[in-house]
Every structure is written in structure tokens, then in C-alpha cells.
Nanobody, 124 residues
Framework: QVQLLESGGGGVQAGDSLRLSCAASGRTVAMNYLGWFRQPPGKEREFVAGITRRGIATIYTDSVEGRFTISRDNAKNTVYLQMNALTPEDTAVYYC?????????????????WGQGTQVTVSS
């Protein structure tokens, strides 16, 4: 099993930045592809960003492209999400997730492990 724990969420103003972290423990060798998802109030959970095991390839949903950056430090078993130029539309609970498969996926059903989430609230 893999345990994931997010941190770094909070309340900010539009235009501000936040950096989310997700620390993994347990059977971390099973973690290959990592992703960040978010669930806005009253909406379904959606894909935000993903990164391969070596951190070479990343993908983003269109609405965050150019503003968010996903990265990982395998020595620390941690994945990050740097979020810049935040808008109220970015308000959501943010979740990190891990796949045992090395291949990228935007589908939440393809992820094997999930964190509990961290709240990000952006005020205008």
C-alpha cells in the first residue's frame, strides 16, 4: 500500500501563488505515474496535471497550462504542484494520486492510490 498526504493548501487572493506538496509513504516503489486532481465545490473531480516517474514528461489540463507546474523528488517521495496566477476558478480540494502503471492518464479511475486532499480557496 501507498499512503499519500497533501499539504500547502490555504486561502489566497487572486493572482497569488501556492505550492502544494504530497508526501508518499509505504510501498513507494509501486508509485510510477503521479497526478494532481481537484474537485471544485459542487462539481466532479477533474484532472489537473501528471508526471512520469523520472519527471521527464508532464501533462496539464488546458485551464492551468502555463500557470501550474508539476514536479517530483523521488529521493523524498514527494510530488509538488506549483500554482501561479491563481483565480477564483481554481478554488477546489486538491488531491494527489498515484498509479502503479508508468503510463500517463487523465482518468481518475486509472489511479490506484489517493490522498485525503487539501483545500485551496482563491478570493477575488
Amino acid at each position: 500500500q501507498v499512503q499519500l498526504l497533501e499539504s500547502g493548501g490555504g486561502g489566497v487572493q487572486a493572482g497569488d501563488s501556492l505550492r502544494l506538496s504530497c508526501a508518499a509513504s509505504g510501498r513507494t516503489v509501486a508509485m510510477n505515474y503521479l497526478g494532481w486532481f481537484r474537485q471544485p465545490p459542487g462539481k466532479e473531480r477533474e484532472f489537473v496535471a501528471g508526471i512520469t516517474r523520472r519527471g521527464i514528461a508532464t501533462i496539464y489540463t488546458d485551464s492551468v497550462e502555463g500557470r501550474f507546474t508539476i514536479s517530483r523528488d523521488n529521493a523524498k517521495n514527494t510530488v509538488y504542484l506549483q500554482m501561479n496566477a491563481l483565480t477564483p476558478e481554481d478554488t477546489a480540494v486538491y488531491y494527489c494520486a498515484a498509479r502503479t502503471s508508468p503510463f500517463s492518464s487523465r482518468n481518475r479511475s486509472d489511479y490506484n492510490y489517493w490522498g485525503q486532499g487539501t483545500q485551496v480557496t482563491v478570493s477575488s
